[in-house]
T-cell receptor
């Protein structure tokens, strides 16, 4: 069984401030972890993924996430928020590689960037 | 490369009616998934096709939902008869290998049952 908990359904940050979106996971097997972003009226776009290689994963648009097994966390960060980062972010977990494992998503966090 | 295409983008139907959602995956992607997000909740898995075969349909809520994938190409998701609780955004995704490439999602179909 696997699950994801995203803390905070809404997060507001000022432009230029640090972005921190929290994600904790539960998995009975070594997890594969993902962050997706959804901009208004668009589909989900993969930001980054952890696949048991480096624990610090860098993604697109300056985002990165760190896998911490001891804390079962995979928080998403960006040093300096930009207005264009305003979107909804989803943390997700999968039980394995390949195209045959379904992905379990969290409830999403809406990021608001204040000018 | 064309992305995953879903239509319609929006659909409003009355309770008891039938609706068919369509998904065109990226050409050559064997894996096709359907997910659903009910307002404010998590995105939930519905089912997974590998080519034309249903690999996993454990997330289908009930027998009012029927998914098909003709010839391993496009897929349809029919809801008959629709109920109020079926309202939400239905996402389709395709992949060859979700590890290396991740899923590619469509923009979704927003279904409203009134």
């Amino acid at each position: 069984a696997q699950s994801v908990t995203q803390l905070g359904s809404h997060v507001s940050v000022s432009e230029g401030a640090l972005v921190l979106l929290r994600c904790n996971y539960s998995s009975s097997v070594p997890p594969y972890l993902f962050w997706y972003v959804q901009y208004p009226n668009q589909g989900l776009q993969l930001l980054l993924k952890y696949t048991s290689a480096a624990t610090l994963v860098k993604g697109i648009n300056g985002f990165e996430a760190e896998f911490k097994k001891s804390e079962t966390s995979f928080h998403l960060t960006k040093p300096s928020a930009h207005m264009s980062d305003a979107a909804e972010y989803f943390c997700a977990v999968s039980s394995g590689p390949g195209g045959y494992q379904k992905v379990t998503f969290g409830t999403g966090t809406k990021l608001q960037v204040i000018p | 490369e064309a992305g995953v295409t879903q239509f319609p983008s929006h659909s409003v139907i009355e309770k008891g009616q039938t609706v068919t959602l369509r998904c065109d995956p990226i050409s050559g992607h064997d894996n096709l998934y359907w997910y659903r997000r009910v307002m404010g909740k998590e995105i939930k898995f519905l089912l997974h096709f590998v080519k034309e075969s249903k690999q996993d349909e454990s997330g289908m809520p009930n027998n009012r939902f029927l998914a098909e994938r003709t010839g391993g190409t496009y897929s349809t998701l029919k809801v008959q008869p629709a109920e109020l609780e079926d309202s939400g955004v239905y996402f389709c995704a395709s992949s060859q290998d979700s590890l290396n490439y991740g899923y590619t999602f469509g923009s979704g179909t927003r279904l409203t049952v009134v």
